[in-house]
């Protein structure tokens, strides 16, 4: 390597040498300047002032030390530069003077037991890269399309210095996404230390033409024209320099922050050259002299004119500058232009310091300027701040795709409009949209038909991530290919192109599509559909249309109505009135979703067209389809109506439930004494105990309560003071429902109020806790805990506001940590009104940019887990999956900032092993949610019995009955408590029995008693 290096050095030394006379007297003219001469002798002009260094930073940031805009101050440093010419051949000595130190192969002394440890450690870093790499390439030659794998590569190759294959990796890279600034700098600097040849410099002017066409950057640019002038001391070297800075103008010359630089840096250029022309202090310039002087003076007002008439910033000490560099007063037309600049600077400054002060993608911020923007109406200015936009945004398709519509619509420069799509589709490549807008622009413009189709291929392989995708493609490519065909002629190679290319969608949808998607993304065939009429209508062949069209119907799709009119439509228009009959009769057969349309067109064809007997056959057709079909119908709704019945019969015997359970407990309240000496008074008394209720987290059994029969919201003890004396819980209970009155819930309050759950049954003063965490959203008027019969928090309540705002305030609360429990904030909803009202914040729907993660270890934590997704890609949002009580179920979702890294996240951790768990990774597309099950038609419904009423997730774990099965089994009881006991109310106990007496609890005590 060191050997290497010097010869490198030497050959900068003796380029150097080669050119030195010419590029000294024009290092002599060029101002001083902060950068150093380069390998290949490039004169670095100054980038960015020092006013613009600190705020962009960047290859200009580090070039700046100060812009001089004075002439004099030009003047007593130009001295100083006569010797920048020798600069690149001072530097390479220097360098070949470091390298041999510690060099092996330049003899130089070394520690022996310094460079055996070090070694050592080299040798196993370098295999450990050397794995490294291999990994790589093989990953990228599974998935070429891994944008992190090939960063992951570049910059392992550049660590140890493999100069072929790192130029290979970038070259492939390259070809498949636009390089960010970063990387392209990153290889421009590379490969101009290597050039020392003129035909490696001309291999970096083509990859600095590369560079410049991927994204709108000053800095590139910059670099450009600044290696350029190292060939200044070639043929036509100037022109070519002058070439390369218009060309920098006219892209980023109207750059409001950045465009400066470039003109600063074109004018001291010609500067420059204006020194070399000057003549020899105290001689006479000759009419030659005198001629070039004037023409490069003229150049330099041009430069000065042109950009005081756009909006730059600091565009007034340019002003200054060419107020003290001209002899000459400027002209009007300058002042009123350089004014009617300041005025648009002025207006564009707000759009400005909204990007600078906003954060990453400033989307809104560049929507908002490019608006503005377009009612201008500059096509220039609205190109440059879509460039910009994209610069930062280049993974947004939306903002492409509306970047190249207006390009499409407006401009359609064709090496323009086509070199946007490419960069889109390489950004994006897995949006469909913008490849089917690329073959339009291409087929537009007249691009010859073997690059469309090598575009096409392109497209195929660019991994969409829905089967539709390749449908929408396949069917654009399709519709190119008709259009190249001349119907005229019966048979040409276009039209045989697009027959074999329709049989090969076909194939490739069942194979390739359906193999990866499981389905083939083509359920109603419109490919086929297509190809079907291009063979009837254009090619006169129904033949083949038929053969297709039989195809269509055997892949499911004889039982739409539809399918089978748009058959009958093309052999109506196309075909001949046989095989309009006989499709119409299969039709009929066949259809179930409207076979009543099916039927009346039927009967149409045959009273304008057919006979006696073909009209007697398509009405005794149709009858006995429809009354077939009629009978079906009556089957179903007679089923439904049974379904509703019963539902109804359910919903009376809920209500009774209740019923009887309210005049139950109002019959209870009455009685006080003690539990034994009413057992003595009567015997039934015992199986009459008050049970408890069942729990009901959130208050709902089968929705929310009517106002009459609304859970009772109060506090027990520890709300008011407690009894004097020692009593029973039994006392307790009894003398808090009386002391106590009922809470109703008032329904007028639910816009003010939020539903609180899932909160810990033991929480102590449930009422200060909650007062003092939702005390941030807003004043609270009211929090209404709910307990149970025993005074025990039934982990549950309603906080009311003073006002809406709070309320909704509230509910960013939703799911804080409360004494280790997730808590749940939701509106305050009565459920019987709203009975399809759900509470769930996340999306059900495919989310592209969003995985969904199982398997994880239950010790998983957020850290971890974003520890292991930010390594492939910008990680927005983690959410770890928990229990109601908090605890983790090894699922996470994942947000990334754009579906590409979402995708290559997908491909990396499938599979991967944490912490002995192998997780699954997948993109976030939740599946529907299940309706309630419903009872199978045709078998015969059981008795119907009083729904249990549990709580809101059903019967707990501890819910036991203690009814022995015997006593279960007896169908139609009278009433339940709702914990599932049979209780003998008051009104049941009067009438006779119908049936033999039931055994109450208490009964079946006395039995086993007697035993």
């Not at 490198?8 to 300047?33: F, H, M």
């Not at 050397?130 to 070429?144: K, P, V």
């Not at 006593?967 to 914990?979: F, G, H, M, T």
């Amino acid at each position: 390597m060191a050997t290497q290096r010097a010869a490198r050095g030497a050959a900068c030394a003796a380029e150097q040498k080669t050119k030195g006379q010419a590029v000294a007297a024009l290092g002599a003219a060029l101002p001083r300047c902060a950068g150093q001469c380069g390998a290949g002798g490039g004169l670095r002009i100054p980038v960015l002032p020092a006013r613009f260094g600190r705020r962009w930073g960047g290859t200009a940031g580090r070039a700046a030390r100060g812009q001089p805009r004075r002439a004099a101050e030009r003047g007593g440093r130009r001295a100083e530069l006569h010797k920048m010419a020798a600069a690149g051949a001072e530097a390479a000595a220097e360098e070949e003077k470091r390298l041999p130190e510690g060099d092996p192969e330049s003899g130089g002394d070394s520690d022996d037991e310094g460079d055996s440890d070090s070694s050592g450690d080299g040798e196993d870093e370098e295999k450990e890269n050397e794995a490294e790499i291999q990994r790589l390439e093989e990953q990228l030659s599974i998935n070429a399309f891994d944008y992190n794998c090939h960063l992951d590569l570049i910059k392992l190759l550049r660590q140890e210095g493999e100069l072929v294959k790192l130029r290979r990796a970038r070259q492939k890279m390259s070809e498949l996404f636009p390089l960010t600034e970063e990387i392209w700098l990153d290889w421009l600097k590379d490969e101009i230390k290597m050039a020392s040849e003129i035909s490696e410099r001309e291999k970096v002017y083509e990859l600095f033409e590369r560079a410049v066409k991927d994204y709108i950057c000053p800095e590139i640019w910059l670099e450009y024209a600044q290696y350029s002038i190292g060939g200044i001391g070639q043929e036509g070297g100037i022109e070519k320099v002058r070439s390369i800075f218009e060309r920098a103008l006219t892209a980023v010359g109207l750059h409001v922050t950045k465009g400066t630089a470039l003109w600063e840096a074109y004018r001291e250029f010609e500067n420059a050259i204006l020194e070399t022309a000057q003549p020899a202090p105290g001689s006479i310039p000759s009419p030659e002299q005198q001629q070039v002087l004037c023409s490069q003076l003229d150049k330099i007002h041009t430069l000065f004119r042109r950009q005081l008439g756009i909006p730059l910033l600091d565009m007034e000490a340019s002003y200054a500058e060419y107020e003290e560099w001209s002899e000459e007063p400027i002209p009007e037309t300058t002042i009123k232009n350089y004014k009617k600049a300041l005025q648009q600077l002025e207006k564009c400054k707000p759009y400005e310091e909204a990007l600078l002060g906003a954060e990453t993608p400033k989307l809104a911020e560049y929507q908002a300027y490019i608006d503005f923007e377009m009612k201008a109406g500059d096509p220039a200015r609205i190109q440059l701040i879509y460039e910009r936009a994209l610069a930062e945004n280049c993974l947004v398709p939306d903002l492409w795709a509306r970047y190249n519509q207006y390009l499409d619509r407006q401009l359609k420069v064709k090496e323009l409009v086509l070199s946007a799509h490419d960069r889109a589709v390489r950004n994006c490549p897995w949006t469909v949209g913008l490849w089917i807008r690329y073959l339009l622009a291409m087929e537009r413009h007249r691009v010859e038909h073997s690059i469309i189709s090598e575009m096409f291929e392109k497209a195929l392989n660019a991994g969409f991530i829905q089967a539709t995708d390749y449908v929408e493609i396949w069917q654009a490519y399709l519709d190119y290919l008709r259009r190249r065909v001349d119907f005229t002629q019966d048979s040409s190679k276009e039209l045989e192109e697009l027959r074999s290319t329709f049989a090969r969608a076909v194939e490739y949808l069942k194979q390739e599509v359906e193999e990866r998607f499981s389905e083939s993304g083509d359920p109603s065939c419109t490919i086929m559909q297509n190809w079907a009429r291009v063979e009837a209508r254009l090619c006169n062949n129904m033949q083949k249309a038929r053969e297709l069209w039989d195809n269509i119907m055997t892949k499911g799709n004889a039982k739409y109505a539809n399918m089978w009119l748009e058959y009958y439509n093309l052999e109506r228009a196309h075909g001949d009135t046989q095989h309009c009959r006989k499709a119409l009769h299969r039709a009929v057969q066949c259809t179930s979703d409207y076979p009543e349309h099916v039927c009346e067109v039927l009967l149409t064809l045959e009273r304008i067209e057919g006979t006696l007997e073909d009209w007697d056959a398509a009405v005794q057709k149709t009858e006995n389809r429809l009354a077939r079909v009629n009978e079906q119908r009556a089957k179903a709704a007679e089923k439904e109506a049974a379904l509703a019945k019963q539902e109804e019969e359910r919903a009376e015997q809920r209500k009774q439930a209740r019923a009887e359970k309210k005049a139950s407990k109002k019959a209870k309240k009455t009685k006080i004494g003690d539990k034994r000496k009413a057992d003595e008074d009567d015997e039934g008394e015992w199986g009459q105990e008050e049970e408890l209720p069942s729990k009901r987290h959130r208050g709902e059994g089968d929705g929310v309560l009517p106002e009459e029969d609304m859970e009772v919201e109060t506090g027990l003890f520890g709300r008011g003071e407690k009894p004097d004396g020692p009593a029973g819980p039994k006392e307790k209970a009894s003398t808090s429902r009386k002391d106590i009155p009922k809470v109703l819930h008032d329904s007028s309050k639910d816009k003010v109020t939020v539903f609180v759950s899932n909160l810990s049954y033991t929480m102590a003063e449930p009422e200060a806790k909650l007062r003092e965490l939702f005390g941030s959203c807003g004043e609270v008027v009211d929090i209404r805990a709910v307990f149970n019969n025993k005074g025990t928090f039934r982990g549950y309540c309603y906080v009311q506001f003073r006002e809406e705002e709070a309320a909704r305030q509230a509910l960013a609360l939703d799911r804080t940590a409360v004494e280790g429990r997730p808590m749940f904030v939701s509106p305050c909803v009565d459920k019987n009104k709203n009975p399809d009202f759900k509470v769930f914040r996340y999306s059900t729907t495919l989310e592209k940019h969003k995985l969904f993660i199982s398997g994880l270890p239950f010790s998983c934590t957020k850290e971890e887990l974003e520890e292991v997704c930010k390594a492939h890609g910008n990680v927005k949002d983690i959410r770890l999956v928990t229990n109601r009580a908090g605890k983790p179920k090894g699922l996470a979702y994942v947000e990334y900032e754009s579906e590409a890294q979402a995708s290559q996240a997908v491909l990396k951790m499938d599979g991967l092993t944490m912490k002995d768990h192998v997780i699954k990774v997948m993109i976030s597309n939740p599946p529907l949610r299940k309706l309630p099950d419903r009872p199978e038609p045709g078998r015969a419904s059981l008795p119907m019995a009083p729904r249990q009423i549990y709580g809101a997730r059903g019967k707990g774990r501890t819910q036991l009955s203690m009814m022995p099965r015997a006593l279960q089994r007896q169908s139609n009881p009278v009433a339940k408590a709702e914990n599932g006991m049979v209780q003998n109310s008051p009104a049941a106990s009067s009438d006779p029995p119908a049936e033999p007496k039931k055994m109450s609890n208490a009964d079946f005590a006395k039995m086993l008693l007697k035993k």
